[in-house]
């Protein structure tokens, strides 16, 4: 026996460049049978964890890994494969006949997991212990959890999942070099140096530029050769040393930059993963599959970074396998915006993203942005999201969801709309939804942080079960899906941004959006914009050479965002009962206080302003907004209201029956009217 997997192993490898891409290796390093302390979920059972890394190959010269930027600069091996290596961690039914045969790709964040408050567990990125499992929505359905690497900027600390890519070099072994672009901010003032995400190509400072301005629409002052240096090839600081970055200022750097990773292989990464799970018995050293013949459906949720990356995983082709076979049967896909994540670019940094404040000029918001194929009046191009998986009748199911924050910060409309912002129709496998006042993420309600008024506590996990149960129904019993819930113009509930010339930032009237003056809280109408950005001739290849790009003289996308009634809370969307049935006025976008860039965007953040108790109380203040005591007059009459809201909710398939009673539960815990 022995002496014949020797044969067939030396077999393998003569055949393999005869053979698509693919999974070459698959090693379990650890292996935790039974996990969560022999926790049972129902009839499920117990679950078992493991750990471990792919090793993947891909052939640079395949049309649908040929897309990937840089890919035949990289190395190659013996058979002319490009290859890579990532790490792999799987929870699985303990007996995988006792499940539902279904796997959940959580595409991970910057290495980390996010999927503990939409499984109603505590999370972690190692999670072992019964508390860690919490109740386990999907552990107590039966589906089998995974994640990969495929973020090649993501730490590997705190067991973070990390993938190796190759460097691209030159034909002739020597580096490849470009511009490379860092925006830096601290929001503190004890950061004295900071790291570069490549290696600066020369040490040479003329051929490098540091910039500084207090505020986003303020001209950037350039910074003397004399008044930094480089510490290092990866890292600069201010002179004389020691010398802070001043607190929240902006300070960008471009220089000539060595060897980018091929980053754009972590694409592939998840395509030949997913597909491996899916569809393969063994690897090409006979090491099995742990999902051999087991998985009949697959789905993809991703929270904010991952979403983005879903988006041009999507664009790209990838979710066909090199077989023509679909990966991800459904996506649910939850504050991704219509943005991608530039990580197939030369010198990508797949860990920035673009907010009122933060992070722009990077080549995160390019065309395109929503699914149907759509001509991009400005570039002349011609494509959509759907455009690759409907040549090869691989599209998946998809649900967009979005908090009001993506729509402030992030120019999310974009995802439903055309180019000029007008409605489009639902494609036939895409649905979309608005979590109406909602903020990226769920805030600290007793907490300001850097902003103005208090964080957003609206917790979207309830809505986000519902829906995948729904995308569940919908890929494997063809049972339609609630309909989409946006703003929309042709119900007069979207209002559009009025950009503001030069500027990275435009506005929202205040009269358009129908807000409120409200004692102590300051309306701006601080709105992202999307600019038609030009890198260069060569940036649809993924090479960009010019970097940063200019905004002056650029064209700017349409974008809106949800119309507000009387209190400020949004009027379009999913109005989950804290919008519904409201104490206070909930908003997606907040502002810096004065020590941070006062008014300037508060980045994902949002507001909570809560009511007055009494109508003496708001007349007294000379707030606009109804009271408590006006609203509902009893504690009683709150709960009422809220069960109300949340009946209706479930009768739309938009709350599940388990979390009707944590809302009813929480009204009569709480101190409204009391």
């Known amino acids: 026996m022995n ?24 090693e379990i390093t650890s292996t935790q049978s039974p996990t969560f302390e022999g926790k049972v979920f129902g009839r499920v059972g117990a679950y078992e964890k493991l750990r471990g890394k792919a090793y993947g190959e891909l052939d640079p010269d395949n049309p649908q890994n040929a897309v990937l930027t840089d890919i035949k600069l990289a190395p190659r091996n013996a058979r002319g494969m490009v290859e890579y290596s990532m790490d792999i961690y799987i929870l699985k039914p303990l007996d995988l006949s006792r499940g539902n045969h279904k ?74 070099t470009g511009p490379s672009y860092e925006y830096i901010v601290y929001d503190s003032a004890t950061s004295v140096s ?42 600069i600081r201010l002179l004389p040393a020691g010398t802070p970055f001043r607190q929240s200022a902006i300070y960008e750097f471009s220089y000539t930059a060595r060897d980018p990773i091929v980053a754009g292989i972590g694409f592939a990464a998840t395509r030949d993963f997913v597909s491996f799970l899916r569809y393969a018995t063994v690897d090409d050293f006979f090491h099995p599959n742990p999902l051999a013949n087991d998985v009949k459906f697959t789905f993809s949720f991703s929270v904010s970074q991952p979403a983005r990356y879903i988006n041009d995983f999507q664009t790209l082709g990838f979710n066909a396998d090199e077989k023509g076979k679909r990966v991800l049967d459904g996506i649910e896909n939850w504050l991704g915006g219509g943005s991608g ?5 030369r010198f990508a940094q797949p860990s920035r993203t673009e907010r009122n404040r933060q992070n722009h000029l990077y080549p995160e918001a390019l065309f395109p942005f929503a699914y149907p194929v759509l001509t991009d009046p400005y570039s002349g191009k011609t494509t959509g999201r759907i455009a690759a998986c409907s040549a090869t009748n691989t599209c998946p199911k998809v649900f967009e969801i979005n908090s009001a924050n993506e729509y402030w910060v992030k120019a999310a409309s974009l995802v439903h709309t055309d180019l000029k912002g007008n409605d489009l129709p639902d494609p036939e496998n895409v649905r979309f939804f608005l979590v109406s006042g909602a903020q990226h993420g769920t805030g600290n309600a007793g907490s300001r942080g850097m902003c103005q008024q208090f964080q957003n506590p609206t917790n979207a996990d309830p809505l986000l079960r519902a829906l995948f149960v729904a995308l569940d129904d919908w890929v494997t019993k063809s049972i339609e899906p609630p309909k989409s819930t946006v703003p929309r113009k042709s119900d007069k509930t979207a209002v559009m941004a009025s950009p503001q010339p030069g500027s990275q930032t435009g506005i929202v009237p205040q009269a358009a959006l129908g807000w409120p003056t409200i004692p102590g809280v300051t309306y701006t109408g601080l709105i992202t914009t999307r600019y038609q950005l030009d890198f260069g001739p060569s940036s ?79 007349l007294a203040a000379n707030d606009p907004r109804l009271s408590l005591e006006e609203r509902y007059h009893t504690h009683e009459g709150y709960v009422t209201a809220v069960k109300k809201a949340v009946d209706e909710l479930v009768k739309k398939r938009l709350l599940l029956a388990d979390d009707v009673q944590e809302y009813l ?8 009217l009391k």
């Open 3 to 26: 002496r014949l997997i020797s044969v067939l192993s030396i077999l393998v490898l003569f055949v393999r460049p005869l053979v698509q891409a693919r999974i070459v290796r698959i």
């Open 103 to 176: 796997l959940f790709l959580e595409v991970n964040n910057r290495g980390g997991k996010l999927f503990g408050g939409f499984n109603k567990t505590s999370g972690g990125n190692d999670p072992t212990t019964a508390a860690d499992a919490g109740f386990g929505f999907l552990m107590n359905q039966g589906y089998t959890i995974v994640w990969n690497g495929w973020d090649p900027s993501a730490s590997p600390a705190n067991n973070n999942l990390t993938i190796n890519v190759p460097i691209a070099k030159n034909p002739d072994g020597s580096s490849v």
């Open 194 to 235: 900071h790291a570069l995400a490549y290696p600066a190509a020369t040490s040479n400072k003329a051929q490098a530029i540091l910039t500084v301005r207090d505020r986003l629409q303020d001209s950037p002052t350039t910074i003397p050769a004399e008044g930094w240096e480089y510490v290092s090839d990866r890292t």
């Open 341 to 345: 994540i530039g990580l197939n670019v």
């Open 540 to 618: 649809a290849q993924g090479i960009l050479t010019s970097y940063p790009p200019a905004t002056s003289e650029r064209p700017v996308y349409v974008n809106f965002v949800s119309k507000v009634d009387a209190d400020g809370n949004e009027v379009a969307g999913i109005r989950l009962p804290n919008v519904a049935v409201p104490t206070a006025t909930t908003t997606g976008w907040a502002l810096r206080q004065a020590a941070y860039g006062e008014n300037e965007g508060c980045e994902g953040a949002g507001q909570y302003v809560p009511f007055r108790s009494t109508k003496a109380e708001r």
């Open 665 to 672: 539960k929480t009204a009569e815990d709480s101190n409204v």
